[in-house]
């Protein structure tokens, strides 16, 4: 753990009142209201999400028990059955038919608009051309999409015939998407001719056809046209949309599904080995996004809600699609870059659609904060009412200047902090009751019971640094890792007995306060996106220059961390800036350009413990430009030490 962290959120003493106007209108307004909930829903769990569950979901059979147990395995809410579809769209459309659900922009400028009504005409063509292509419950639907209403469609019309969506980033290189398409078993990609950034136009398609040829197994292809360039065609294998889904019958029922039906799965690195597919359910993960959505952004009729996350992450599957529609709410969708045409295009996004609720990541705010004011200033920013951050720490600078500048001290900022694995958000402030500290994601939510251990799994006082855990299981859990219990046993359940392991140091103030301290384990987080550092070490070794690499975060002021890597090559002499720049493109061919090293450092060796571990810490000191520190007497050679300052020089 970076002790450096530790000391810098130590000395924060700033702490902010909800605005009275805000809390005036809040579901929850004092800290009385959430102390009394939180009490009686961590005093008896079962009652209370048994509650919610009733409250919050329409049923169309209800459940007979509340949670099923067997540890590290859940079930919740067996024997009811729901449409995960119905829930989002169905049950709307007497009140909220006419009310935007989505309300999309693309990088051109081009606009789209769906009510609930529409929306939910769109889902039931989908699904209806799903089924006519053969895609049945429980089969894997392969999501590699712009974003764009298509892409919402797609995952709502999944749910609503049983099919398990998989949704791949499409930064994600043909490789990542062909492995993830094998471990997953997909039938069918849904993606789209390319989608617009910055200008260009990425090649989706044409990454599908690759990643096809590397896994044949998928049967079919269904492909929007989003930009209209010219793509190969498979007569065999490929449909258009337009073609299929919009001409499919919009009348469609939805069927209702065990509560622990297969809803997604999702792929997040893990500290060794491939990403894991991680596996969430349907009611329980419903019925956490909804809970949470609702009480966490304070969500109203006419707050129109802007989660600037792509749905390619957790956070655009739970707080751009799941949680706000199951709410009624209006959601904004943009397809582009925070910076194209220019660098005020999200300012120019929220006054024009008169976003009120902004969800964003600490790494976006830290580069319009390097873009300047001029950039905002053109802009009115009034509808604001409530920011939000998620992905990774948030300095307190970042976060200072995010409520001033951006919500001119009159918005609650909604640190949140939760993962992949937990579904839902698990600790956040509410906003019309929390007091709030830069960089402090404050409280548990209802429901929820985290704590600081120790590496024997005994509680923590107050302030000092642990492990950060989950007590007791919660209905939007992970269910396992696709294909791989063994592994979802061993890396959540098996560090602490009974507690769930969430990867994160952190430590609790004497307020109650969670300060995350960021991941103690391989994982980098590099703009908010987790990247194992053993996926890019793989990457490098299968270069055939390369005879080992180990790869270290490096701090970076805009993306939290960079990538450095040290490689050791077969013959020395080939490492030049050629190499140097191959070897960055090898990467990327790799995983996708979200995982391009910032360097890469050509070294005679890497420095080795007796056992032969690799000496992680004393590289990244190294990538760092520190003097290394600490024990070095495991070290197997220490002149290896001086060629990599040589080297790094
Ligand atoms: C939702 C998401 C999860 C990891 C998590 C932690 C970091 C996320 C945070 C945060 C501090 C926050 N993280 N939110 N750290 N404060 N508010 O990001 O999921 O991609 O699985 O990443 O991100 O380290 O363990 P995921």
């Known amino acids: 753990m970076n002790d450096h962290h530790i000391k810098t959120v130590l000395s924060e003493s700033r702490e902010f009142p909800p605005p009275e106007a805000f809390q005036s209108r809040a579901h929850i307004q004092s800290m009385e209201a959430y102390e009394t909930l939180w009490k009686a829903s961590c005093d008896d769990p079962e009652r209370f999400w048994g509650e919610q569950a009733k409250n919050l979901l329409h049923w169309q059979e209800d459940f007979t028990q509340v949670l099923d147990w067997k540890a590290p395995y859940a ?74 209403p298509e892409l919402a469609i797609a995952v709502l019309a999944c749910a609503r015939i049983g099919a398990i969506h998989s949704v791949v980033f499409a930064g994600f290189s043909a490789e990542a998407l062909a492995e993830r398409n094998r471990d997953a078993s997909a039938k069918l990609v849904i993606t789209a001719d390319a989608l617009w950034r910055r200008g260009n136009e990425l090649a989706l398609k044409d990454t599908v056809d690759e990643a096809l040829r590397i896994y044949d197994k998928v049967d079919k292809v269904l492909v929007v046209r989003r930009t209209g360039r010219s793509i190969n065609w498979d007569s065999g294998r490929d ?19 065990p509560s622990e039906q297969a809803l997604f799965i999702l792929y997040t690195s893990g500290s060794t080995g491939k990403p894991k597919g991680i596996l969430h359910t349907s009611a ?74 902004f969800y964003t990541a600490p790494t976006a705010i830290r580069a319009f904060m390097k873009w300047g004011e001029d950039a905002i200033e053109p802009f009115d920013l009034s509808s604001l009412r409530l920011l939000g951050t998620v992905g990774e720490p948030i300095n307190p600078e970042a976060w200072m200047w995010f409520r001033e500048t951006i919500g001119k001290d009159k918005c609650p900022i909604v640190d949140t902090w939760w993962q992949t694995e937990t579904g839902s958000i698990m600790i956040s402030p509410l906003p019309g009751a929390t007091p709030t500290v830069p960089g402090t994601a404050t409280k548990p939510f209802f429901g929820i019971q985290p704590d600081i251990v ?3 799994g005994q509680s923590l006082a107050d302030n000092q640094g642990g492990y950060l855990v989950i007590r007791k299981p919660w209905p939007s859990m992970l269910r396992t890792i696709h294909g791989d219990s063994e592994r979802y046993e061993k890396t959540y359940w098996s560090h602490f007995k009974s507690l769930y392991f969430t990867g994160d140091g952190a430590r609790r103030d004497e307020k109650g306060n969670f300060w995350i301290m960021g991941r103690i384990d391989d994982v980098l987080n590099v703009a908010g ?113 001086e060629d990599l300052k040589e080297s790094s020089a």
């Not at 038919?97 to 005409?121: C, F, M, N, S, V």
């Not at 449909?239 to 029922?253: G, L, Q, S, Y």
């Open 529 to 641: 996106h987790r990247l194992s550092t053993m996926e890019i070490e793989s990457a490098l070794v299968s270069h055939p220059h390369v005879a080992e690499a180990a790869v270290v975060g490096k701090a970076d002021d805009v993306k939290g961390q960079a990538i450095a890597c040290f490689v050791t090559l077969h013959d020395h002499e080939l490492g030049d800036p050629a190499l140097n720049q191959s070897l960055k493109d090898h990467v990327v061919q790799h995983i996708g350009a979200l995982a391009r090293p910032e360097t890469i450092i050509f070294t005679k060796a890497l420095p080795k413990t007796r056992s032969g571990k690799i000496m992680r810490r004393l590289l990244r000191d190294v990538a760092a430009g520190e003097e290394a520190q600490g024990d070095m007497t495991t070290l197997e050679d220490s002149s290896i030490l």
């Open 454 to 456: 120790d590496q024997d």
């Open 284 to 357: 329980g993960y419903l019925l956490g996004t909804t809970l949470s959505s609702r009480y966490i952004f304070d969500l109203k009729d006419d707050d129109v809600y802007w989660c600037t996350a792509d749905v390619g992450w957790i956070t655009g599957h739970s707080y751009v699609v799941y949680g706000p529609l199951s709410n009624g709410a209006t959601i904004f969708m943009y397809e582009g870059a925070p910076d194209f045409p220019h660098q005020g295009r999200f300012w120019e996004l929220i006054e024009r659609y008169k976003i009120s609720i």
């Open 239 to 257: 449909h258009w949309w337009h073609d299929t889904v919009e001409k499919a019958n919009a009348d469609h029922k939805a069927q209702g599904f």
């Open 75 to 148: 079930r919740w809410f067996d024997g009811g059955k729901l449409n995960v579809s119905e829930n989002c769209l169905d049950r709307h459309l007497d009140k909220l038919g006419d009310k935007p659900a989505i309300i999309w922009e693309g990088e051109p400028g081009d606009k789209a608009t769906y009510t609930y009504r529409e929306l939910h005409q769109a889902v039931c063509r989908c699904a209806n051309a799903l089924s006519d292509m053969g895609i049945q419950a429980g089969d894997t639907v392969s999501l590699y999409m712009p974003m764009i």
